[in-house]
């Protein structure tokens, strides 16, 4: 069942220019601009800049919201950023395009952060949490701190930009305001630096259902198209997997054998890599048949467990400490994706050809659900080939 989280639209739509561009050699890379609202001639201006020090200006007093527990984890595929913002039809017509599970709108815009220019979403944190990083979504503290009015930053850009938690620094969009950053993370978004809770991002004045991410495991590369398509030949549709694929006559890039993935995507593949000849589209055409990538771990009523659904007698004999935290835990993808790959490895699945298919068929006795995994598993071959 196809779902999409949105908000109603806008009255009126705010001026804010969008642009984007990818790169398959370095992944891809955007760039969403939002320029403070300039004064109609012989008006006043919505906010002033900080040069002068006039205009309105807004302290965000943080409340006690609590985001929602995290019950599912969702790889984006796709981010599509429009020339306006997005209609529920139109929405409507993404969530019907083949392989598309989840869509999730955002407001977007480019702000001025501690001197500096960053892209920023703001988003509902109950929803949006499970569209980040597995480890970044099950950071209570973070989500905490964006249900609370605080703003949530890459790692990358808190160093550059020397932020320290718990301090309030001006936020410059539409409108300036002061608002406290709440910790920092992998947001999983190449580009996109600070997170910001609905209500913050409209008083910043972020543009409305600007953007959104789609959930698409399986899909060959013409869904770019077809999204350009139903949203609009102007927008700019990111394929935020090109960095795992290279440009043709370039070296592929050997996956690493350690360190903490940031996505699903590679999380498979690091965790192939322990069953030489294994490919990571097995693990992940699994990963998706038995929860949809962690969506639904379970328990299954066989009594299965996880994002890869052991059942706990198996997982007893095959479960790893993936992540190095001291546990061997059943429902972390850490652990449950590489101790598939040694289940798999153990069964035979390295040796390829009757080898992978009687491993498959150990992890599920049903040729059908071979089969299944297989053809999945091909077509995320030539989608990242």
């Given amino acids: 069942m196809r779902r999409f989280v949105r908000r109603g639209l806008p009255t009126a739509v705010a001026a804010i220019a969008l642009a984007a561009t990818a790169t398959a050699a370095s992944g891809a890379v955007y760039i969403v601009t939002a320029e403070p609202e300039r004064a109609p001639k012989g008006g006043h201006a919505a906010a002033s800049g900080p040069e002068?020090?006039?205009?309105?200006?807004?302290?965000?007093?943080?409340?006690?919201?609590?985001?929602?527990?995290?019950?599912?984890?969702?790889?984006?595929?796709?981010?599509?950023?429009?020339?306006?913002?997005?209609?529920?039809?139109?929405?409507?017509?993404?969530?019907?395009?083949?392989?598309?599970r989840d869509v999730i709108t955002v407001d977007a815009g480019a702000v001025q952060l501690q001197g500096g220019r960053v892209n920023m979403f703001a988003v509902d944190p109950s929803a949006f949490r499970?569209?980040?990083?597995?480890?970044?979504?099950?950071?209570?503290?973070?989500?905490?701190?964006?249900?609370?009015?605080?703003?949530?930053?890459?790692?990358?850009?808190q160093q550059q930009l020397g932020l320290r938690e718990s301090m309030q620094y001006p936020v410059l969009g539409r409108a300036q305001m002061f608002?406290?950053?709440?910790?920092?993370?992998?947001?999983?978004?190449?580009?996109?630096?600070?997170?910001?809770?609905?209500?913050?991002?409209?008083?910043?004045?972020?543009?409305?259902?600007?953007?959104f991410l789609v959930n698409a495991p399986g899909a060959d590369r013409g869904l770019g198209t077809r999204l350009r398509k139903v949203v609009g030949g102007n927008s700019q549709v990111i394929d935020l997997h090109q960095?795992?694929?290279q440009p043709k006559g370039q070296p592929a890039q050997k996956q690493p054998s350690s360190g903490r993935p940031g996505t699903y995507l590679a999380l498979y593949q690091q965790s192939a890599g322990l069953c030489p000849g294994l490919s990571w589209t097995v693990l992940a055409a699994i990963g998706q048949i038995e929860s949809d990538h962690g969506r639904n771990a379970g328990p299954s009523s066989a009594g299965a467990l996880g994002p890869m659904q052991?059942?706990?007698?198996?997982?007893?004999?095959?479960?790893?400490?993936?992540?190095?935290?001291?546990?061997?835990?059943?429902?972390?993808?850490?652990?449950?994706?590489?101790?598939?790959?040694?289940?798999?490895?153990?069964?035979?699945?390295?040796?390829g050809g009757s080898g992978l298919y009687h491993a498959v068929f150990a992890y599920n006795h049903s040729d059908a659900y071979v089969n299944n995994v297989l053809s999945l598993a091909r077509a995320y071959a030539r989608r990242y080939s």
């Avoid at 569209?131 to 703003?151: H, I, S, Y």
């Avoid at 994706?337 to 153990?346: D, E, I, N, R, S």
Wanted: include cysteine; aromatic fraction near 6%.
């Fill in 52 to 100: 002068n020090g006039t205009g309105p200006v807004t302290t965000v007093v943080p409340n006690t919201e609590q985001p929602a527990a995290l019950k599912r984890v969702v790889d984006p595929d796709f981010l599509v950023v429009a020339d306006r913002p997005v209609t529920t039809e139109k929405l409507q017509g993404v969530s019907h395009l083949k392989r598309v």
């Fill in 243 to 245: 960095s795992a694929t």
């Fill in 310 to 351: 052991f059942m706990p007698a198996t997982w007893r004999i095959y479960g790893v400490d993936g992540d190095g935290d001291g546990k061997a835990d059943i429902m972390d993808p850490y652990d449950a994706v590489p101790a598939a790959a040694k289940y798999l490895c153990a069964s035979g699945a390295g040796r």
């Fill in 179 to 211: 608002v406290t950053m709440g910790g920092s993370g992998s947001l999983g978004l190449p580009g996109i630096n600070v997170l910001v809770g609905r209500d913050t991002g409209r008083k910043i004045g972020l543009v409305h259902d600007i953007a």
């Fill in 130 to 157: 499970s569209w980040t990083p597995p480890g970044t979504a099950k950071n209570d503290g973070l989500w905490n701190a964006l249900a609370q009015d605080r703003f949530v930053v890459s790692d990358e850009v």
